[in-house]
Protein backbone atom coordinates (compact mmCIF):
# COMPACT_ATOMS: atom_id res chain seq x y z
CA UNK A 1 0.00 0.00 0.00
CA UNK A 2 1.48 3.76 -1.33
CA UNK A 3 2.22 6.08 1.72
CA UNK A 4 0.68 9.55 1.16
CA UNK A 5 2.12 12.48 2.48
CA UNK A 6 -0.54 14.31 4.62
CA UNK A 7 -0.13 17.97 6.01
CA UNK A 8 -2.07 19.62 8.48
CA UNK A 9 -3.85 23.24 8.03
CA UNK A 10 -4.79 24.53 11.29
CA UNK A 11 -6.94 27.65 11.53
CA UNK A 12 -5.22 28.18 15.56
CA UNK A 13 -2.39 29.65 13.39
CA UNK A 14 -4.43 32.73 12.92
CA UNK A 15 -5.79 33.51 16.26
CA UNK A 16 -7.73 36.41 15.10
CA UNK A 17 -10.35 34.12 13.40
CA UNK A 18 -11.47 32.63 16.52
CA UNK A 19 -11.58 29.24 14.43
CA UNK A 20 -10.33 25.78 16.08
CA UNK A 21 -11.10 23.49 12.78
CA UNK A 22 -8.20 21.65 11.77
CA UNK A 23 -7.92 19.16 8.62
CA UNK A 24 -5.72 17.02 7.72
CA UNK A 25 -4.71 14.52 4.73
CA UNK A 26 -3.43 14.77 1.35
CA UNK A 27 -1.94 18.51 0.43
CA UNK A 28 -4.67 17.95 -2.45
CA UNK A 29 -7.46 17.47 0.10
CA UNK A 30 -6.74 19.56 2.61
CA UNK A 31 -6.38 22.16 0.08
CA UNK A 32 -9.82 21.71 -1.78
CA UNK A 33 -12.06 21.80 2.21
CA UNK A 34 -9.43 24.23 3.56
CA UNK A 35 -10.72 26.38 0.41
CA UNK A 36 -13.97 25.95 0.90
CA UNK A 37 -13.58 26.68 4.35
CA UNK A 38 -12.08 30.18 4.35
CA UNK A 39 -14.69 31.04 1.91
CA UNK A 40 -17.98 29.90 3.83
CA UNK A 41 -16.72 30.84 7.24
CA UNK A 42 -14.20 33.07 7.26
CA UNK A 43 -15.52 35.71 4.07
CA UNK A 44 -12.40 34.92 1.80
CA UNK A 45 -13.35 35.47 -1.92
CA UNK A 46 -12.50 32.51 -3.90
CA UNK A 47 -9.30 33.32 -6.56
CA UNK A 48 -6.50 31.69 -8.26
CA UNK A 49 -4.42 32.92 -5.37
CA UNK A 50 -5.79 31.90 -2.62
CA UNK A 51 -5.11 27.93 -2.82
CA UNK A 52 -1.35 29.59 -3.00
CA UNK A 53 -2.09 31.78 0.42
CA UNK A 54 -3.34 28.78 2.10
CA UNK A 55 -0.43 26.45 1.04
CA UNK A 56 2.00 28.62 2.72
CA UNK A 57 0.11 27.70 6.88
CA UNK A 58 0.65 23.89 5.64
CA UNK A 59 2.84 21.50 8.15
CA UNK A 60 3.82 18.34 7.78
CA UNK A 61 1.59 16.01 9.92
CA UNK A 62 3.49 13.92 12.53
CA UNK A 63 3.53 10.56 11.96
CA UNK A 64 2.80 7.91 14.25
CA UNK A 65 1.78 4.15 14.67
Do not use: W
Not at 2 to 11: M, P, Q, T
Not at 25 to 49: C, I, M, N, R, W
Request: hydrophobic fraction near 35%; charged fraction near 30%.
Amino acid sequence: MAEFKRVVLDCRQNPKAGCTLTISGTEAEVLDVGEYHVVKSHGFQKSPGLREQLKQFLKQEAFSR
